[in-house]
């Protein structure tokens, strides 16, 4: 026998040494594969939210100047507003004081102005010019004070404006420009027949080519003399309709152009798009031998991977970005990471490998899968040692002490005749010691069980009651609801059918309550009901019950009693109500008032439909009759 229960425990440890090294692969096999999923899912998103957020810097970072260059030119176009609408005056003599006209009849600053100057109006005036072309008369007072100003107003503000700039200027609709450059006395050697305000910059701003008149950024041009890549950002200055001034700055982008190559994420590459499909920058090498810089439609292009970025960011953002915008482009295997450059619009584009992504998150995930394996094996090894060591002989012992309590032996449990292993601080030891405590106690659990059942029952019951008799009650107002309603006049309509008793049905309605919550709002509309309501309950009899019919309108069942008349409870809910007396100006009666219909049960009604209908009938006569009244007759 002995023999026989070695073989049994021997064949049980091996089948549940089986079982759990394969539940413990599978769930290890289905864990390392989610988390493979999951890993290599999270690395890509974390990858692309990178290369987002990175983008969203970088263009923030390269926007600052252009935003700089507005918030300059907007101080400046209010400062000049401010002086000009001022009382300050500038005659002939303060013109001439900082002009002269040269040999070839042209207008232009004198050279102190340039080379540095304390003036007569207390200003220190350094690297400014200004040039009038020879075919612009300089004799309109106007435009004298404009110039004037405009030098004034360089001279105290240029030399904080161009922190980061090559320089500030202001251009007239008139053939005249005042500059605050340093370095570059362009007024003193522009040619004397330029004709400024018809150059594309200058005559963009004109209100017949800007009739919304709207700032304005130039296209990207290479500046020979600086030997750098700039353009423009001027902005036209109006007065009650006339052109005043184009305030502009000259912003320097040739660092930004440098950034553009040698500050990439890992891998990718940068490039710059005009909104309207030209190419402003981009890192490659082409047939000129020089990178690409300056504007190249995409006609011109010959890369096809560039005409699809364009397209596919076109497509993907509706021609619009905003902050970012992540587009996958599939015909490249790319990422495509947009933010849009504010002030001119521009989109700053990161070329990010999709081939990268996928191999950065299979890296780690491949990690996760071995670290699974790994674990696997572990566990496995871990599993085969304990069972072997603690498993084998407890289970035994609990299987001899199963089949005892399976034949209704507890005794031989209870009394130690069977040993068990009580004494291991472990689940097995637990269950052994639930083995024993069950043969022990298993009568009185059984009586435990039947009088428990019973105290259940009976508290179920209760709930039950108390769970029916909530459904029956209005939430807002406390009284029951339409559902008790329609239950206790079926109800009393049997009885009474049965020849039981009869019944009165009293009908309630608010008069004007739609008007009153117009006027003073739902909140206070609640409370109104919540008063009536509260009143009628006051004012029935304790035979009698009241219910919210529907809105504003409530019910009342009477029941039969000889000791107070049904009218009289009647009534006395009309007056019980008036007398709350809550004010209701816009009503004919001064309060709030309702209307009632009070109907008694007849053999000829046949069902509860009609009770309803004669009580609504009479309701509605007491509105007809002008409210705030009861109906008790036909």
Partial sequence: MARVRTSYSRSLMRSVLLRIVLAASLVVAALTALAYTFIHTETQRRLLDNLR????????????IFELAQENLARFSDEFLRLYTSETSVDEGDFWSYYQTDQDNA??????????????DGLYYQGLTSFVGNNQPVD??????????????????????????????????????ALYAPGTPWGLEAEPDLPMNELGVIRSMRQSENPDRTPGWSGLYFDETAGEWALTYQVPLDLDGRHLINPSHDVSLTALMERLVTDT??????????????????????????RWVGQMSLA????????????????ATGGNPGAVSLVQNPEDDTWLAVSELSGPGWWFVSVYPDSLIRASASQAAVAVMVTGVVLLLLLIAIIVVIIRRDAERPLAQLRDAA?????????????????LPRGLKNEVGLLANTFYDMAVSIR??????????????????????????????????????????????????REASAGHGDFHLMLIDVDHFKLFNDSYGHAEGDQVLRQIASVISASIRQEDRVYR???????????????????????????????????FPESVHGVVTVSAGLMRWQAGHDSVNDVIAEADSRLYASKHHGRNCLTIGP
């Fill in 140 to 177: 309109d007072p106007d435009l004298q004070r404009r110039l004037v100003m405009s030098v004034r107003l360089l001279a105290q503000l240029g030399p904080a404006m161009i922190n980061r700039f090559e320089n500030v200027h202001v251009t007239f609709p008139e053939n005249a420009i």
């Fill in 444 to 493: 009185d659990s059984q009586a435990t069980l039947e009088r428990i059942v019973a105290e259940r029952t009976r508290e179920l019951q209760a709930a039950n009651s108390d769970l029916r008799e909530l459904s029956l009650l209005d939430g807002l107002l406390g009284i029951h609801n339409r559902r008790a309603f329609d239950r206790d006049l079926a109800r009393v309509f």
């Fill in 53 to 64: 957020d990175w983008v969203v810097e970088r263009a923030h970072n390269d926007s600052v």
């Fill in 300 to 315: 011109n292009i010959d890369d096809p991977a560039v005409v699809r970025m364009y397209e596919r960011i076109a497509e």
């Fill in 549 to 583: 019919y529907g809105g504003e309108e409530l019910a009342v069942l009477f029941n039969r009693s000889e000791a107070d008349p049904v009218d009289s409870a009647a009534e006395r809910i009309m007056g019980a109500v008036r007398g709350l007396a809550i004010a």
């Fill in 403 to 419: 089949q005892r309590i399976g034949c209704g032996d507890y005794a031989s449990v209870a009394d130690g005749r069977v040993n």
């Fill in 107 to 120: 207008v232009r600053m004198r050279r102190a102005f340039y080379d540095g100057v304390y003036a007569e």
């Fill in 265 to 290: 994420p890992e891998g990718g590459y940068n490039l710059i798009f005009r909104n309207d499909g030209y190419l402003i920058a981009h890192p490659a090498e082409p047939a000129s031998d020089r």
